[in-house]
């Protein structure tokens, strides 16, 4: 066997291997922090009080005064899923706070020391947050069964939705994540918070369609992700919803934006601790 052959094999393996690895941590990562939400489901309770008090309230008003266009469907349903995905946006832009309470508490240093590579340990917990979104999506499906909107359950939709609340709950988390380690200290982390997720929220078509949006901020809606996820919810989610954009685009842009931001947190990664 030539020297070349052999060495084509040895590349073979060792990335197979590498990425053998990086699933494990990855895994690990996710495993780790899904037994924290098991230990404490109350988070998931708690969070969707406000996600319930939009729809019942706020969509319950407006669906009467028939003022915002939204073609053959009602405003309820138009709402719904923006209020979905409005609840995996305000579940996951505070995740990032995990982050500095386990460099306080010096777990952080410890998983820095670990051999796992930074993207895993990112990934990992941006994954884990798509989970708990995915817990906060039921609560939201259930509501929304009460309310008597036209949900879509073929299994192609119901694969679709859970698709888009993975994504868009670990792009977020991720941007959360990069936030904390800039910031570095709980206070900052909180404000920036706060004045991230209603710019995000009201910069989108989630309680309202682009095309009643005045052209600056239907610009500034085009560079929002939060946009895409809210367009492949409301075609996926609901009985003869549309996209768009098209799914297949909405997705591409999540997944794009969450490899982007992965890549660039896993540098800030080790900063925090600093």
């Known amino acids: 066997m030539t020297s070349r052959k052999l060495a084509g094999q040895y590349k ?6 590498g990425v053998t690895i990086f699933l494990r941590d990855t895994t690990a990562i996710v495993a780790v922090e899904l037994t924290k939400l098991r230990r404490d489901p109350s988070e998931i309770l708690t969070r969707s009080i406000q996600p319930a008090l939009w729809l019942l309230v706020f969509g319950q008003v407006f669906s009467r005064l028939h003022a915002i266009p939204t073609g053959k ?16 946006l305000f579940i996951s832009i505070f995740y990032g706070i995990s982050v500095i309470w ?5 777990i952080l240093q410890k998983l820095l020391a670990s051999p796992a590579p930074r993207s895993a340990l990112v990934l990992g917990k941006a994954l884990s947050a798509g989970i708990r979104a995915l817990a906060q999506g039921i609560i939201i499906y259930l509501l929304t069964m009460v309310m008597h909107v036209p949900l879509n359950w073929s299994p192609f939709a119901l694969a679709g939705v859970a698709t888009s609340i993975v994504l868009g709950a670990a792009m977020f988390s991720t941007f959360s994540l990069m936030v904390a380690c800039i910031v570095k200290t709980r206070e900052r982390f909180m404000g920036i918070g706060q004045i991230l997720t209603m710019p995000l929220f009201f910069a989108s078509n989630a309680i309202y369609p682009l095309s009643i ?11 929002n992700p939060l946009t895409y996820q809210v367009d492949s919810l409301r075609a996926l989610m609901i009985t003869g919803g549309s996209s768009s954009f098209g799914i ?13 931001l992965v890549l660039v ?8 601790v600093r």
Request: hydrophobic share 55%; no cysteine; glycine share 6%.
């Open 248 to 260: 297949g685009v909405d997705l591409l842009i999540q997944l794009f934006a969450l490899i982007v």
């Open 73 to 88: 469907i009602d405003y309820f349903t138009f709402l719904a899923p923006g209020i979905l995905a409005q609840s995996v």
């Open 102 to 106: 386990e460099r306080d508490l010096g």
């Open 12 to 17: 073979d393996w060792s990335e197979n291997f």
């Open 265 to 272: 947190t896993a540098r800030l990664y080790p900063a925090i």
């Open 213 to 223: 949006m005045p052209d600056w901020l239907k610009t500034i809606a085009h560079l």
